[in-house]
């Protein structure tokens, strides 16, 4: 099984959507079992009551340089970006990717299928963006966090 460390929306736009995210990062999980990946989800796992904190900056570093950690054991950064909107409100995925591409570790940019997506909220699908129009806009907002 190939280890990947899963990389989906948990903050998000300040909170709003963390109960949707959690289940959204779960059905993630899934999605990599069924490929046979062995998935590792840092956000999901250390935001857990009696871990860490989130909305603790200090705590939330922690459990991000801790998930990094265990990225370097990774094989592949699994990008789940059903959900994102505009980048600015997904800073911890955009740091991710940033972090996969400096240690060399393969990146893949997922959708869930719409079945799922639509069994957790039947807005997302129409809303969601494509994975090309993702990473393009994800190539100029890290250029713009340079300036």
Known sequence: MKRVLVESPYRGNNYNNVELNVRYGCACLRDCLLRDEAPFASHLLYTLNGVFD?????????????????????????????????????????????????????????????DVLNLLDSRIVPDRKPIDVLVRELSIFLESLKE
């Open 54 to 114: 989130d909305k603790n900056p200090a705590e939330r570093e922690k459990g991000i340089k801790a998930g990094w950690a265990w990225g370097e054991a990774a094989e592949l950064s699994a990008f789940y970006v059903d959900l994102i909107t505009d980048w600015k409100h997904f800073v911890g995925i955009a740091r991710g990717y940033k972090r996969a591409i400096e240690k060399s570790r393969p990146v893949e940019f997922r959708n869930l299928p719409d």
